[in-house]
Structures are given as C-alpha cells and as structure tokens.
C-alpha cells in the first residue's frame, strides 16, 4: 500500500491543523491505520491509531483530547484533527498502515512500536510557534 500524507503547516500554539493520509491499495484486514510524528535526534513515536471500521481508537497520553483521529473509508483516507497545538507538538508526522494489534485483558491494543508497522507515508512538517 502507498499512503500520502497532507496539511502540515506552520501554525501558533493554540492553533488547529488537520492532516490527511490516502492510501493506494489494500491495506491488511484486522490490523489499523495512524500516525507517528518524529523530532530531530529521537525515535519516531506513537500518535493515534484507527480500526477499519472507525469503532476502535488509541491515542498516546500527550495528545488525548486535544487530537481525534478519524476515517473515510469510501476515499481511503484517515484524518488526524489536531486542537490546541502546543510547541511540544512540532515534529514530522508520518501516516503508517498496518499497524497490528494484540489482545489484552482490555481487548484489542494497539502495537505502538514504529518497528511493527507494515507501511509508511512520506511526513508532513507541522511546526507550533509559542
């Protein structure tokens, strides 16, 4: 599969950006789609993940409530609606398809390893001025 991600920007703390990923081609059944971001000199990092269906999400602690994570499965896009940005938030954020899930006590969690996932898309530069 070959994803294309959009709508990084430059925007001021506080401020709201939404990204966009379409994939081309078939991405595996049972496992998610998401997002990681990156900074210069760190690994690339968990963001939000999806369900085919849109009826499981995940998100990493820093973000919760402030991102939603959502899909178009007719376009074969997934969104990542980013609210209150704050600087901490600067990286490059990539799309990844097939990321695999494991079960839990809790049910279905996702594998937040950069290592597990099947594909990624080019990042997109979201830089938040103070």
């Known amino acids: 599969v070959q994803l294309q991600a959009s709508g990084g920007g430059l925007v001021q703390a506080g401020g709201s950006l939404r990204l966009s990923c379409v994939a081309s081609g078939r991405t595996r059944s049972g496992y998610l789609m998401g997002w990681f971001r990156q900074t210069p000199g760190r690994e690339r990092d968990f963001v939000a993940a999806i369900s085919r269906s849109g009826d499981r999400t995940y998100y990493t602690d820093s973000v919760k409530g402030r991102f939603t994570i959502s899909r178009d499965n007719a376009k074969n896009t997934v969104f990542l609606q980013m609210n209150s940005l704050k600087p901490d938030d600067t990286a490059v954020y990539y799309c990844?398809?097939?990321?695999?899930?494991?079960?839990?006590?809790?049910?279905?969690?996702?594998?937040?390893?950069?290592?597990?996932?099947?594909?990624w898309g080019q990042g997109t530069q979201v830089t938040v001025s103070s």
């Open positions: 990844a398809a097939d990321i695999p899930t494991y079960d839990s006590d809790y049910g279905k969690i996702a594998d937040r390893s950069a290592n597990a996932v099947g594909s």
